[in-house]
């Protein structure tokens, strides 16, 4: 599982040389985005009149390397109070930008922004859309820096080191804990037929592994949800079908993440408490039989790793 990202942060050698170095990050190449042409040239864009901003393109395996995470290594490679310049580089072709393909990401890119505007008096210039148009640019822009140590560069050498160095732990500790908790779940289910049986093993060992505020399933009964084996505070029975984040899980048979659940229209708050949520899918022959619920007292913390492990959980329900 790969995921794309493409932030304009400057001139694109440096911050391409930035970003390839950082743990978890499997692709780069610099280009032209969000402009108002088609194939741009270098010298074309060099103008300032086409609308591009000079950008790297990320690949990223979302096991190893939060959007969040990749964020904050972002904002340091930027002074995102600054429009229209970073370093001595100035003009349109140089503003900051996050771009973005996956409208799933953008909740995780807003909190990311309101993280860092905390930390700075003056307003944040960065840009946040929709990716329009990406295109590559010539050769000789790609790997500048690896091509051409000595070359030129607004970002300074130590930043380097620290990308190099960049771990995401976070994000490596919990595929760790997955990893060992579906070989786990994957003995203690073997064979086993009952479906409320597994989900309930399930929801416990979820539950005593990651200490969520509330871990369970609610099963698909006639036209609604109807709560099942779970962990945590008591919680609503019922669920209609297309209602709060469950019922809309069922509806739209996909993974919800729900970085905060206040920004979620719909959402049923059985407990104050909860903050932000996850809601994956039990499937069996191609319809919904259950969903998994997770909630947490904290804000975004369930992301892309989670929504593939729990989605590997939810595949070994016998349901
Ligand atoms: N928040 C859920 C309801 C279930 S509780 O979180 C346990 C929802 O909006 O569907």
Redesign the pocket.
């Known amino acids: 599982m790969e995921k794309q990202l493409y932030l304009a942060a400057g001139c694109f050698w440096g911050a391409e040389h930035f970003f390839k170095q950082i743990d978890g990050v499997t692709f780069t190449e610099v280009g032209f985005a969000n402009g108002n042409t088609d194939n741009p040239t270098y010298e074309q864009v060099y103008t300032d009149t086409t609308g591009f901003a000079e950008t790297v393109r990320l690949s990223y395996d979302p096991l190893r390397v939060s959007l969040t995470f990749l964020l904050q290594m972002y904002f340091k490679a930027i002074d995102p109070t600054s429009l229209n310049q970073q370093g001595e580089d100035r003009g349109t072709r140089y503003r900051t930008g996050i771009y973005y393909t996956d409208p799933d990401d953008l909740p995780f890119i807003r909190q990311a922004m309101a993280h860092e505007a905390a930390r700075h008096s003056k307003p944040l210039q960065v840009e946040v859309l929709p990716l329009n148009n990406f295109f590559r640019a010539e050769d000789y822009h790609q790997d500048y820096l690896d091509v051409n140590p000595d070359g030129y560069c607004h970002l300074p050498v130590a930043l380097f080191r620290e990308a190099r160095e960049a771990r995401d732990l976070a994000t490596l500790q919990k595929a760790e804990k997955y990893r060992l908790l579906l070989k786990q779940l994957q003995s203690l289910l073997e064979g086993e037929k009952d479906p409320i049986a597994c989900m309930a093993n399930a929801a416990a060992m979820l539950h005593d592994t990651f200490h969520f505020w509330?871990t369970?399933f609610?099963r698909v009964v006639g036209d609604e949800l109807v709560l099942g084996p779970?962990q945590?505070p008591v919680?609503?029975m019922h669920?209609a079908y297309g209602?709060?984040?469950?019922?809309?899980a069922w509806q739209q048979c996909r993974t919800l993440l729900v970085p905060d659940?206040e920004q979620?229209p719909?959402?049923?708050?059985?407990?104050a408490a909860?903050r932000s949520?996850v809601?994956v899918p039990v499937m069996h022959d191609g319809s919904v039989t259950a969903v998994l619920?997770i909630?947490s007292q904290h804000l975004a913390t369930f992301d892309y790793a989670d929504r593939h492990f729990l989605q590997e959980v939810a595949a070994l329900l016998p349901c």
């Open positions: 509330w369970g609610y779970f945590g919680a609503c669920i209602k709060g984040v469950c019922g809309t659940v979620f719909g959402h049923i708050a059985c407990s909860s949520e809601v619920d909630d």
